[in-house]
């Protein structure tokens, strides 16, 4: 059919992927933080938690890149200057209403800071929603100072129990596919990608927290949490029926998370 292989070229999946994102966060702004912030490890905390704890003491300054509704902003009071930058004015409206910023609406694939202004830079299940990820890659080591961390987290499917495997189960029957992200790096491709703009990956390390599943609302807003462009409604909603059939005062659902710590070094720049 005339047509259908520019419908299927990486540019128009990826323009469908950014119409998607745009419409989602507009209308679902702070869901992110709704769901982690029940998300929870006994020791460690939230996912939150933890990646704070990959910032050493309290830096000058802190850039959160995809901030969503900001919920880092929480954890750097002064003298630490913080600033969330965000494409989504929605989720950056959220941020506003809970007095948090300063905030900037714009994209991490063009930062409107000059070179070398950070100490750190912080992401917090984001890295995987930029494309090209180079091209973000490259803008985090550019306005990073030499010695300056950057802290990503990400979801990824492991590690998991044994237990957890119903929970899965039961949401792929539901919704009939895999929840989807523009893109899953293996553990060596994202260090290998910032290796390229001079980023060495310090720490790389995966934990599962696990949310709360005890009635019908913790499953619908997992599902809703959820990255589903393609899932029909029907189906959607089997798999909130399915997840409230597990619920219980005990149930949880794993969410696993993997932390990636890198640092400019002092003598290198960016490529
Ligand atoms: C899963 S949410 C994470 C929000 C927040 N960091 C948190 O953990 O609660 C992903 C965020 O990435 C933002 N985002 C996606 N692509 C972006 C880009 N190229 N530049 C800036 N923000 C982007 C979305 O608008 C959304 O707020």
């Known amino acids: 059919m005339p047509g259908t292989a520019a419908m299927n070229s990486p540019q128009a999946a990826g323009d469908r992927w950014r119409g998607f994102l745009t419409a989602y966060h507009r209308d679902h702004a702070g869901i992110t933080e709704t769901l982690l912030d029940r998300a929870t490890r006994p020791g460690v905390g939230t996912p939150y938690d933890w990646l704070r704890s990959g910032v050493p003491g309290k830096p000058d300054r802190v850039v959160d890149l995809a901030c969503g509704s900001a919920p880092m902003n929480r954890y750097f009071a002064q003298p630490t200057d913080y600033l969330g930058i965000d494409v989504s004015r929605g989720e950056l409206e959220v941020a506003l209403a809970r007095r948090r910023g300063p905030l900037v609406e714009a994209n991490v694939l063009d930062l409107p800071l000059p070179d070398s202004c950070t100490d750190v830079v912080i992401c917090s299940m984001a890295i995987m929603l930029l494309e090209p990820i180079e091209q973000a890659l490259s803008e985090i080591a550019r306005v990073l100072r030499p010695g300056g961390r950057f802290i990503s987290t990400r979801p990824v499917t492991w590690p998991i129990r044994v237990r957890d495997v119903r929970v899965g189960v039961e949401l792929f029957r539901g919704l009939r596919q895999m929840p989807e992200l523009p893109q899953r790096f293996t553990r060596s491709g994202l260090s290998r990608l910032q290796a390229s703009v001079g980023l060495s990956v310090t720490e790389d390390r995966a934990l599962r927290f696990t949310h709360p599943l005890h009635d019908a609302s913790d499953a619908a807003c997992i599902v809703e949490g959820l990255y589903l462009p ?42």
Do not use: C, Y
């Not at 189906?235 to 794993?254: M, W």
């Open 230 to 271: 393609t899932v029909d409604p029907n189906h959607r909603r089997a798999a909130v029926e399915r997840l409230t059939n597990l619920a219980g005062p005990t149930r949880a659902v794993p969410v696993s998370i993997r932390r990636t710590v890198a640092i400019r070094p002092i003598s290198g720049s960016p490529s």
